[in-house]
């Protein structure tokens, strides 16, 4: 059965009010939370960017929902300290942290002062980082080097089994070739034709059989009206194509983009409707194409409403 997962959004929430909205979450009936890992929030607006690993140890000894972060080694991060963290959580919970890895944004990246990589070269240095995690998970003593470097590195705390390593995928293209060496795939909600390319590649790069996860952004609030001004004020920035959102570099241009977008612009990108039975429809979609987890972003700030609504509706009907 599928399951249905609360988005833990540290660009728009303090840690401790996310903590607070992923124990509801659980108690309203999701089953499982992802949550960002960023420095900086994508625009001012959103105001916030704690830091996602304490936040998942919290989370982890607080709840019993397994937990899940988006994260680019290789640069902000070394590898070899990702590799530690993980195997860290995953020893005092045992298969309940993954990970997702991308080649992430200048964003978050750009603070180390060393460039921004063309993206093949940003997908090698992601590559390599895997093998260099994957055999440190193994207890292998690692030396690289490469487009990242480790010296004699090796995991004296390790997990009881293998980490999930889920790669992170927007095109069609990228998701062929995460299907290659990554544990199972994550993407972003779009309209079904579209996203039914990416799964299709995904399986044809080596995918086939391996889980799936989608995270879908949304705006729901009482009315249609206060969904989309909710939508517009919070992530408008977010509906540009992937090779937009990677390159530029700070939350001022971020908010700058999103000065020329129009409430009908995010149609498509976002799924702004107050109708619980629309969102039911949605993600029975998205269920039909083969995902194995659902994780729901409710992009404007009303978290409690949202989680109460999808609770007592929407969560069952999917479940059913």
Same mark, same amino acid.
Do not use: C, H, S, V
């Given at each position: 059965m599928s399951l249905i997962g609360f988005h833990a959004s540290h660009e728009q929430f303090t840690p401790s009010e996310l903590l607070r909205l992923s124990q509801k979450a659980e108690a309203a009936g999701f089953q499982a939370a992802l949550n960002s890992d960023h420095f900086h929030p994508w625009t001012e607006a959103q105001g916030q960017s704690g830091f996602a690993w /304490?936040?998942?140890g919290a989370a982890l000894a607080t709840t019993g929902l397994s937990f899940g972060s988006v994260t680019a080694p290789g640069q902000r991060y070394h590898p070899a300290i990702v590799a530690q963290a993980l195997a860290t959580l995953n020893e005092m919970f045992p298969g309940r942290a993954w990970m997702a890895l991308g080649s992430g944004?200048?964003?978050?990246?750009?603070?180390?002062?060393?460039?921004?990589? /063309?993206?093949?070269?940003?997908?090698?240095r992601l590559k390599e980082c895997v093998d260099i995690m994957r055999a440190l998970f193994r207890g292998e003593t690692v030396t690289h080097r490469g487009l990242v470097t480790v010296e004699e590195a090796k995991l004296y705390t390790r997990p009881r089994d293998m980490p999930l390593l889920v790669g992170a995928a927007v095109t069609p293209r990228t998701a062929e070739w995460v299907g290659s060496w990554a544990d199972g795939l994550i993407t972003t909600a779009r309209p079904p034709e579209e996203l039914r390319k990416v799964v299709d590649a995904f399986r044809k790069g080596g995918g086939e059989g391996k889980p799936m996860f989608l995270k879908v952004q949304l705006s729901y609030a009482s009315d249609d009206e206060l969904a989309r001004e909710g939508a517009c004020n919070q992530w408008a920035a977010n509906i540009f194509s992937n090779s937009v959102l990677t390159d530029l570099r700070t939350p001022a241009q971020f908010a700058e983009a999103a000065s020329v977008v129009q409430p009908h612009d995010l149609d498509g990108p976002l799924r702004v409707s107050s109708s619980l039975q629309q969102h039911v429809d949605w993600l029975g979609e998205d269920l039909r194409l083969g995902f194995d987890r659902l994780y729901l972003h409710n992009v404007n700030r009303d978290q409690d409403g949202f989680l109460e609504a999808f609770g007592a509706k929407v969560i069952p009907a999917l479940t059913r």
């Open positions: /304490a936040f998942m944004q200048y964003l978050n990246e750009a603070i180390t002062g060393t460039g921004w990589p /063309a993206k093949d070269l940003r997908n090698a």
